[in-house]
């Protein structure tokens, strides 16, 4: 079976300062992870993709994310947050029988404080 | 890059009637398209894998009678609640995979549907 749990409800850093949503997951299979943004009454926006090639994913916006296989973690990180970045993010682990099934973490408030 | 729309935005609807929500992959064909449902400041719920030309596969405990999922071509899909009631009121969002690249399991979602049941 798959699943994510995304460690923090609600993160709230200062502009200019790191960013880190932590995200673990499960998975019976190798897994594809993503990580998507959603701004308020906006749709779902990826920000990357891990499906197996380089364990150090880089997105848009500046963020990356790590594949840490023996921690089960995907953790994002950006290293200067931006008043933009506020928003509601979302950890996704793909699986299923086809692989088509994409499992939402319960996502991640990130307030930005100027 | 992939773009997925959803017609109407925001539709209000009156308890017991039903509404129609549509989703269209618009430079891309997608065999396959998913209905989530999110409730306020919540996670998205998988409710039913919608395949072209065949019956939508739906999660457990989501009633395959109220919500109608009808995927007619490659690149529409449509949701239907069907007699409405407030607490059908949610935000439905709709996500295409794109068949034509590759082994990609990424899927490309559209804005939502805030659907207002009075």
């Known amino acids: 079976a798959q699943s994510v749990t995304q460690l923090d409800s609600h993160v709230s850093v200062s502009e200019g300062t790191p960013v880190l949503l932590r995200c673990n997951y499960s998975s019976s299979y190798s897994p594809s992870l993503f990580w998507y943004v959603q701004h308020p009454n906006k749709g779902l926006q990826l920000l990357l993709k891990y499906t197996s090639a380089a364990t150090l994913v880089k997105g848009i916006n500046g963020f990356e994310a790590e594949f840490k296989k023996s921690e089960t973690s995907f953790h994002l990180t950006k290293p200067s947050a ?14 299923g029988a086809t692989g088509n099934q994409f499992y939402f973490g319960t996502g991640t408030s990130l307030t930005v404080i100027p | 890059g992939a773009v997925v729309s959803q017609h109407p935005s925001w539709v209000i609807c009156k308890s017991g009637t ?9 430079d891309f064909q997608a065999t396959t398209m998913f209905w989530y449902r999110q409730f306020p400041k919540q996670s ?5 894998t919608s395949n072209e030309g065949s019956k939508a596969t739906y999660e457990q ?3 395959k009678d109220k919500f109608l999922i009808n995927h ?16 059908d009121s949610s935000f439905y969002i709709c996500s295409a995979r794109d068949h034509g690249v590759g082994v990609d399991y990424e899927q490309y979602f559209g804005p939502g549907t805030r659907l207002t049941v009075t």
């Open chain 2, 72 to 87: 007619a071509s490659l690149t529409l899909s449509t949701l239907t609640v069907t007699s409405a009631h407030p607490e």
């Open chain 1, 82 to 95: 931006h008043m933009s970045d506020a928003a509601e993010y979302f950890c996704v682990v793909s699986g």
């Open chain 2, 44 to 48: 998205l719920m998988l409710m039913a």
């Open chain 2, 61 to 63: 405990g989501v009633e």
């Open chain 2, 18 to 26: 039903s509404v129609k929500i549509e989703c269209r992959s618009l």
